[in-house]
């Protein structure tokens, strides 16, 4: 071995065992932090002593632990562990698996030779209220907790797999802004992009803040609904990836400034990865200004994109205007050229999207009609979108669907 093979070894050894030991710490947080909001949980269903701390229990409880020496366990961060253990009910931490579960963060209050993981024993279906480790005194019943779970309507795929999954994957800061989504279907549509796209908290957050599950195509696709609440997939079609309104608030503009095509164009790509965020995950830019020569005329696209989970080629026209009719025209010209000059033989038909500051359903309806779905046209913002004025255009866009369903039954 040569010294730069000894120092390269070294390095690598070191990086991967930083990162092992850093996804060990994130999981023990999660389940440490998890078990004492359970406990919370139970104390105040339960507690023999309850009423005598009654509404300054997290207060109480901090300050004692306080005195204890014990920090990071402030009365806002016990309210947070409870929070989240009231979000997943049905997590298990007896089912983690060592070296990332219970013994690893419990064997050092274990005298020698007992038990490393409490027996769980059930009576008619039903944990028994009283199940503690062996001599170690750690409450490991939820009776609570687990009649939540049992109540709650919830996701049958969303199983104890999937919350350890959730629990090893993601930080507590990720779940604890998962448990403010009080529906589950909502809340499971975050989780799965978390998860598939890896999400910083900061994304998260902005994500949610944009209205992403409302605006999303999903929305407005009922069989892609359906999948996502009986298998947990986002389904990978043209309509479900598709949003609209996309929101651009990373440009840093104000909604009255008014923006020229190539500055919008040039305020994009700067952003490039907020961009991509925002498109959602799979597009790979291709280029911009993708020149079509047609004899000896010049017509150039605005950027260029290619979808790996669609396997085909998107391209993405911006318009400083709401949308006209002949827009439409524009991109139909553009997705036929790259259909037969530059998409290969084993790719899907390419699709376009025409990104407008604001469109008329019913214009876009039969400007788009003939073109079996290889045009979208999709509103941008440069601000977040208001609940309100998102929620009337949702309202307009299932009216038109709705209407197209009975024509087309009709």
Known sequence: MKFEGLLDNII????????????????????RNWLV??????????????????????????????????????????????????????????????????????????PTGSSEEAEIRQTSGELESEKRQASGGLF?????????????????????DWLRRLFRALSFSHLLELSRVENPLQRAFYE??????????RELKRQKGSLLYERAGLSKDKEGLMALAREGKLLETPQTIIRDPYVLEFLGVA??????????????????????????????LMGRQYRITMGTNHYFLDLLFYHRDLRCLVAIDLKVEPFR??????????V?????NVARPDENPPIGILLCTDKDAAEVHYATGHM?????????LVQLPSEERLAQWLQEERMLLEAREENHHG
């Open 12 to 31: 690598q050894l070191h990086l991967a065992s930083q990162q092992a030991a850093g996804q060990t710490l994130l999981h023990l947080m999660n389940l």
């Open 37 to 110: 909001g359970a406990w919370i949980v139970e104390y105040e269903q339960g507690g023999e002593d309850r009423a005598e701390y009654g509404k300054k229990l997290m207060p109480n409880l901090a300050e004692s632990l306080s005195l204890q020496g014990i920090q990071g366990f402030s009365a806002s961060n016990l309210k947070n562990f409870r929070q989240v253990a009231l979000a997943y009910p049905g997590f298990d931490p007896s089912s983690s698996a060592s070296p990332l579960g219970l013994s690893s963060l419990i064997s050092p209050l274990l």
């Open 140 to 160: 490991l019943a939820f009776p609570s907790l687990q009649r939540r779970a049992q109540a709650e309507a919830d996701l049958e795929w969303k199983d104890t």
């Open 192 to 201: 799965l992009h978390c998860l598939k796209e890896g999400w910083s908290i």
């Open 255 to 284: 909604s009255q400034t008014y923006l020229t095509e190539s500055e919008l164009e040039q305020g994009l790509l700067e952003q490039l990865q907020s961009f991509l965020f925002e498109l959602g995950s799979g597009f790979c």
């Open 325 to 334: 009719h002949e827009h439409a025209g524009q991109m139909n010209f553009y």
């Open 336 to 340: 036929n050229y790259l259909a037969e």
């Open 372 to 380: 079996e779905q290889s045009v979208f046209v999709s509103r941008y």
